[in-house]
């Protein structure tokens, strides 16, 4: 039901969309569609799987992307969540639904078209990196704009180029195994910015690297994303990293799209129990930003202020001092206000009815 | 054929006679077998001058090469050798092996032997790489192929020479073309194996990557998938190396010359020195390109990144 209104609420405007899916299932199998049948007749997952020995990888998927958005896809291990992203470069073909990239439908390319829409519109990170073991960091940086036919000189220059902005200077002649996960990884994503596509799809990209190194990554990809504004489709299995750096977030379960939102509705209104578990576990003083929970309007101008994209951890040493903390806007001025009260009330264990 | 039907027994008296250990006698294979004897008879008669034109390059390419093996003087082509040696592993060791096995041959009078021997060797090789890499590629593309061929490698590898060695003989005549052919049958199919197997054992991840950036299968396989494979393929060329040395003194048999024929000579005349000297040339000859092959895809494999970091 939620689909279907979704799709009726967008369907005028795919156009402004960077990449809409609507209804897209996958059957993994010999014989798909007697298991689509079953699916569609409202099966479950564990049902269809039990009767056909078919395994549903997405059940009736829709997500519209706006352009210039960190989208990102969250669920566990066997939710779908790489399935998906494999859909949107047809790495995986649906066995039913539509995807629209960029105004283009995805799955009436022919196999010509498909290459020129890989080689010029999407660019892809994964999580086993995917570098070309043989060749030189500057030459997987590069590998892209070469199959896409750019004259050497000219793609060596935009790999050193983006090598450098990945922070990865003097190590151009060096081959990935010389490398750590992190600085891998680093190549994996210069070599996907290298294409310089509008839309950039990055599956599990820092799942393999450790804390402290995927911290360092995520702020990275934050920087470069306002730098560039491209559309970044991210998909993991943290729900800390959603909420840190998705503008949106939709949360996958066994293949069927469970909640979509900003991060702060899914923290604050989780929409089942699923999710209700990872909300549970996630820092939301760290996930939830002032100013979604701030009252609105003129007031009086507080002592102590924070920016409009501070979130609660950042506010809470203030109220040792202050009664209310001011939260300002870009140009400095005063757009609302926050109190301890407020602040705790939204850190509080989600109970269904209260909030 | 008439007196075909009355050499055969009836099938209902050959199983009233029929005894416990005896496999009762259910077809008569006499048409059968005569059926191929008089075929291959009319194909050397009537195909025979066209198989031979056809297999001419095969002996422009082994005669080229032994030529110019046998016109190089000696001392180059040991110091050649003994580079390749120092090239594939940067030490003293195995160019010091190459060397006294080349001494070996040079001193025991074998080296005009070894050199032809390593010409049958060679143009072997180059034919079997030539076959048998586009056919691994094949392979490794369709599981129908490889349904197909794999029964077809094992035959040739199961299959005793001799037997393919007679028809050979009868069309080519006896000479250096059965021998090359023979040689090449035996030595080409785990290169063919090899090359299947390295190319289907690539990384997956690293072939979605590139599948990812808009590869078409032409890029694919030249840039992804045969340098990685490279290591496997050399490892292929290696066997067929040793296994093209391991069939010289059957080939002998047939008119090659080489070492093969002085350890026949060796058998025949009861001179067991021969025999062991010859023997053991052969046996120098494939240190020789077992050492040199094995140290350069080791390299490669460094190289490429497939093995640790030294």
Known sequence: MNAMAQMIASATDTEDLAIAMRGVTKIFGDAPAEALALLQSGKSKADVQAETNHVVGLDDVSLDIAKGQIFVVMGLSGSGKSTLIRHVNRLIEPTAGEIVVNGSDVLKMSLDQLRTYRRTQVAMVFQKFGLLPHRSVINNVAYGLEV?????????????????IVGLSGYEQSRPRQLSGGQQQRVGLARALALDTEIILMDEAFSALDPLI?????????????????????????????????????????????????????????????????????????????????????????????????????????????QWVGVLDDTGRQIGRVTAKQIIKALARYTPGIN | MPECAEERVPASRAISEMRD????????????????????????????????????????????????????????????????????????????????????????????????????????????????????????????????????????QTLPSFVYLIPTVMIFGPGKIPALIATIVYAAPPLVRLTDLGLRSVDPAVMEASRAFGTNPRQRLFGVQIPLALPTILAGINQTTMMALAMVVIASMIGAGVLGYQVLQGIGRLEVSRGLFAGLGIVALAIVFDRITQSFGKQLQGRIGLAEAR
């Open chain 2, 21 to 156: 250990d005896v496999f009762p006698e259910l077809i008569d294979t006499k048409p059968l077998r005569r059926a191929i004897d008089d075929g291959l008879n009319w194909v050397v008669r009537n195909w025979g001058d066209g198989f031979e034109s056809a297999a001419y390059p095969l002996l422009m390419l082994l005669k080229a090469i032994e030529d110019l093996l046998i016109a190089t003087p000696w001392w180059l082509i040991m110091a050649i050798l003994v580079g390749i040696a120092w090239l594939a592993t940067r030490s003293w060791k195995l160019p010091a092996i190459v060397f006294a096995s080349l001494f070996f041959l040079g001193i025991m009078e074998l080296w005009k032997d070894a050199m032809t021997t390593m010409a049958l060797m060679i143009s072997a090789t180059i034919t079997a790489i030539v076959v048998s890499i586009p056919v691994g590629v094949w392979m490794s593309r369709s599981l129908n192929v490889r349904g197909i061929i794999t029964p077809v490698l094992d035959l040739m």
């Open chain 1, 148 to 164: 896409r036919g750019v004259p050497k000189a000219e793609r060596l220059k935009e790999a050193a180029k983006w090598i450098e």
């Open chain 1, 214 to 322: 995927r911290s360092g990554m995520q702020d990275q990809l934050i920087e470069l994303q306002k730098s560039l504004g491209k559309t970044i489709l991210f998909i993991t299995h943290d729900f800390d990293e959603a909420l840190k750096i998705g503008n949106r977030i939709a949360v996958l379960k066994d293949g069927a799209v469970q909640q979509v939102g900003a991060p702060e509705d899914i923290v604050l209104r989780p929409a089942n129990e699923h999710i209700e578990e990872f909300v549970r576990e996630v820092n939301k003083a760290r996930a939830i930003h002032v100013r979604s929970i701030m009252e609105r309007g003129e007031h009086e101008r507080c002592e102590a202020s924070v920016s409009k994209d501070a979130r609660c951890e950042d506010v809470l040493p203030l109220f040792a001092e202050h």
